[in-house]
């Protein structure tokens, strides 16, 4: 099947800092991305739809000026979260859609102190 | 999309096989039945889809009851790397409907144990 990275894996960061995310769809063109957060012991929550070289469309109850997401190539889509705080804490998410099937990258998980 | 039931939680034992059953009585005749798992602190992991025929693949068998208001996930022996979450996902399959971002409910936890 197609392949999703994500990177960082995982990154700690101090309160306030902003935070960068990379999804990167590795052979096939992605013209949707979506991200999902996944709180302990929960279930995959969908954040925003990204599409390539348009506006995200958020979830409610997601801020956007706080979740930050570019799709500006085919291959590529960033989360960037702003002014991070301990409750931003989570494993982050990104799905890629190849035709029709979505496929999943391996998780970022951002602990902020 | 169809709204989908599974038990909270399931044990099986290694190299046994494992039955993750799902209800989806509201299902519609264009709607597929998916099931993916993710282990710990991993992205979801596709494992198999199905309209209204059985399916078998290198992972699992997929089986959809003739009604299709209920269908079985069959890991046919078990191993430790198994255990996850299992999420069964009812959803219309096409270009249209691949745009909109797939919804997960709570799934089963299966737990092999050796």
């Known amino acids: 099947g197609a392949v999703v990275s994500q990177h960082p894996s995982w990154v700690i960061c101090k309160s306030g800092t902003s935070v960068k995310i990379e999804c990167r769809s590795l052979?096939?063109?992605?013209?949707?991305m979506f991200w999902y957060r996944q709180f302990p012991k929960q279930s995959l929550m969908l954040m925003a739809t990204?599409?390539?070289?348009?506006?995200?469309?958020?979830e409610q109850g997601v801020e956007k000026d706080k979740f930050l997401i570019n799709h500006a190539s085919l291959t590529l889509s960033t989360l960037t979260v702003t002014s991070a705080h301990p409750e931003d804490s989570s494993f982050y998410i990104c799905?890629?859609?190849?035709?029709?099937?979505?496929?999943f990258g391996p998780g970022t998980r951002l602990t902020v102190l | 999309d169809a709204k989908t039931t599974q038990p909270t939680s399931m044990d099986c034992a290694e190299g046994r096989a494992a039955n993750l059953p799902c209800n989806h009585s509201?299902?519609?005749?264009?709607?597929?039945v998916y099931w993916y798992r993710q282990i710990h602190s991993q992205g979801p992991q596709y494992i198999i889809h199905g309209l209204k025929n059985n399916e078998t693949n290198e992972m699992a068998s997929l089986i959809i009851t003739e009604d299709r208001k209920s269908s079985t996930l069959i890991l046919p022996h078990a191993t430790l790397r198994d255990t996850a979450v299992y999420y069964c996902?009812?959803?219309?399959?096409?270009?249209?409907?691949?745009?909109?971002?797939?919804?997960f409910g709570s799934g089963t936890r299966l737990q092999v144990q050796p």
């Open positions: 996902i009812v959803r219309v399959s096409g270009l249209d409907t691949g745009r909109r971002a797939l919804t």
């Open positions: 052979d096939f063109q992605a013209t949707t």
């Open positions: 509201t299902i519609s005749g264009n709607e597929y």
């Open positions: 799905s890629a859609r190849e035709t029709h099937e979505q496929f």
């Open positions: 990204s599409n390539e070289g348009s506006k995200a469309t958020y």
